[in-house]
Nanobody, 125 residues
Framework: QVQLVESGGGLVEAGGSLRLSCAVSRLTFSTYAMGWFRQAPGKEREFVAAISWSGSITDYADSVQGRLTCSRDNFRHTGYLQMNSLKPEDTAVYYC??????????????????WGQGTQVTVSS
């Protein structure tokens, strides 16, 4: 079965950086877009960033524009979310997701068929 496994979360001070990874397995014959979402305690899961299959198109939530960058290495079936200038309000569980129905990035979490287990990111003030 398809698996997405995130890694790279942790505790960081405000202003610091983290790099999340998302390793995808058993989805090798699909051209899938990849999305990143986050969920803070008591809040809905929200869109953070997304990237097309080719990597040429990216989309970011306004709250992270200019601080977070997503990329991917299709040879290694891995996506990345580089997070810089982190703020306490970025604290959440971060999830990656794959959408094999479309190679273009989309913000709607319900179009993503496969999800990782999530990785905790905590930013201290």
């Amino acid at each position: 079965q398809v698996q997405l496994v995130e890694s790279g979360g942790g505790l960081v001070e405000a202003g610091g950086s983290l790099r999340l990874s998302c390793a995808v397995s058993r989805l090798t014959f699909s051209t899938y877009a990849m999305g990143w979402f986050r969920q803070a305690p008591g809040k809905e899961r929200e869109f953070v960033a997304a990237i097309s299959w080719s990597g040429s198109i990216t989309d970011y939530a306004d709250s992270v524009q200019g601080r977070l960058t997503c990329s991917r290495d299709n040879f290694r079936h891995t996506g990345y979310l580089q997070m810089n200038s982190l703020k306490p309000e970025d604290t959440a569980v971060y999830y990656c997701a794959a959408d094999p129905s479309d190679s273009r990035p989309r913000r709607d979490r319900y179009v993503y068929e496969y999800w990782g287990q999530g990785t905790q990111v905590t930013v201290s003030s």
